[in-house]
């Protein structure tokens, strides 16, 4: 079962994360470098995309026909802070959408906006949110009733066109999925 193992590109240095577009003709490479590359699924050679765009590049990628989305998980004390930006299908210039967040992770996307979980600085840092920032940037936004006492930590978000889903752990460390109607 399973068939022939197809070599479709060696050399890719260390990849940290793969994700495969939605016309299922390229993957999408975030190497150990913060490095971006796109490969044809067919093999062929790889295109750099954008080059070292952050310091604690954690993964995984979302993507739509224009861009790759991802976090940096750089946490605010830095300076920085931590971010959540795109990175053009095509190659350019790369485009933070939010900065200064604290250890934002495992983003989601829908049409017009990225979900991400979100850390306060201060307080209780087990404490996560969940927040949305539109794909062209902006204002992040809290997503009403996801944490309201419900979410004592948030490991990932999915999204449809209808819900947001979150997935955590409630304040007994019992694991927890819900969703909450856009």
């Known amino acids: 079962a399973g068939g022939q193992v197809i070599d479709i590109g060696r050399g890719q240095g260390?990849?940290?994360?793969?994700?495969?577009?939605?016309?299922?003709?390229?993957?999408?490479?975030?190497?150990?470098s913060g490095s971006f590359f796109r490969l044809p699924i067919g093999g062929g050679t790889r295109q750099a995309l954008a080059a070292k765009v952050g310091l604690n590049l954690t993964g995984p990628l979302e993507i739509d026909q224009n861009a790759i989305y991802s976090e940096d998980l750089t946490d605010a004390s830095s300076g920085r802070g931590g971010s959540i930006f795109a990175v053009p299908t095509n190659g350019g210039a790369v485009s933070y959408l939010v900065t200064k967040e604290n250890s934002p992770?495992?983003?989601?996307?829908?049409?017009?906006?990225?979900?991400?979980?979100?850390?306060?600085?201060?307080?209780?840092?087990?404490?996560?949110?969940?927040?949305?920032?539109?794909k062209g940037g902006g204002t992040p936004v809290l997503y009403p009733n996801c944490s309201?006492?419900?979410?004592?930590?948030?490991?990932?978000?999915?999204?449809?066109?209808?819900?947001?889903?979150?997935?955590?752990?409630?304040?007994?460390?019992a694991g927890i999925v819900f969703k909450q109607a856009k």
């Open 14 to 32: 260390s990849v940290n994360f793969l994700a495969l577009d939605a016309s299922q003709s390229n993957f999408y490479i975030l190497g150990d």
């Open 105 to 134: 992770h495992n983003v989601a996307t829908d049409q017009n906006y990225v979900y991400y979980p979100h850390a306060p600085i201060t307080g209780d840092l087990n404490f996560h949110f969940v927040r949305k920032v539109a």
């Open 148 to 173: 309201a006492g419900t979410v004592a930590g948030v490991i990932g978000v999915a999204v449809d066109s209808t819900a947001v889903y979150v997935m955590g752990y409630d304040r007994n460390n």
